[in-house]
């Protein structure tokens, strides 16, 4: 199963609101993502979790917030975020990579983010 | 600093044509693998292939087929007898192993669009 899910599929925010991402694996992977993806551009990386532990962070404004509470579980904090944070935000998983191989990225469905 | 070029925005083809989509990188790293993803307009990137530097053998999977020449720094994909269900945006993209072996450096993409 390479199934990477991802909640909810849609969602609008104010700018003072405050809401979460959610990410689910269980293909045993140990390494996370999370990426944003504007229209018509390829996904931006923005934050990777290694064994449960944040190990790049793109240098994401302090609105974002990731957290990952178990090694199947990727979550993205939402706050005071602006318009322009408006995009597809896409989940991924895969196999750590241990220095001399880099393994692929399965990625989910991606959460459409509109910021009102 | 790594870099993926995909020279071509955007491919128009019709049904059962053959279609080559080109990706040429750049990179200071000896070890480093390259990867193609498929995004149709539900907006999931689904992973096509991973190739490593040392492995320059050709691959065909189906209908789809992947010419890598280190020579000329090129991985180029190729769909034959295309159909309506391959209409998407196609990235190349780059990973090296060393610290950012996480990191995949995507190409901006080429939307294919295959009409009958």
């Known amino acids: 199963d390479t199934e990477v899910t991802q909640t909810p599929k849609h969602l609008v925010m104010g700018m003072t609101n405050k809401k979460s991402l959610k990410c689910e694996q269980h293909m045993g992977h140990r390494a996370m993502y999370w990426y944003k993806q504007k229209a018509k551009k390829p996904p931006e990386l923005m934050f990777v979790y290694s064994y449960e532990k944040l190990s790049i962070n793109e240098s994401v404004p302090s609105r974002f917030s990731p957290e990952c509470p178990n090694s199947s579980l990727l979550n993205l904090h939402l706050h005071a975020l602006q318009p322009e944070d408006s995009a597809l935000y896409l989940c991924?998983?895969?196999?750590?990579?241990?220095?001399?191989?880099?393994?692929?990225?399965?990625f989910g469905p991606g959460t459409r983010l509109t910021v009102t | 600093a790594q870099k993926v070029t995909q020279a071509q925005t955007e491919i128009s083809v019709v049904e059962k044509e053959d279609v080559t989509l080109d990706c040429v990188y750049e990179t200071r790293d000896t070890t480093y693998y390259l990867f193609w993803y498929k995004q149709p307009p539900s907006g999931e990137l689904v992973f096509l292939i991973r190739r490593n530097s040392f492995d320059e053998q050709n691959e065909i999977s189906g209908r789809y087929s992947w010419n890598f020449q280190k020579s000329t720094s090129s991985f180029n994909f190729t769909i034959t007898a295309s159909q309506v269900v391959d209409s998407a945006v196609y990235f190349c993209a780059l990973s090296g192993v060393t610290g950012g072996g996480n990191k995949l450096t995507f190409g901006t993409g080429t939307q294919l669009k295959v009409e009958l």
């Open positions: 991924a998983s895969s196999h750590r990579p241990d220095g001399s191989v880099s393994y692929e990225q399965y």
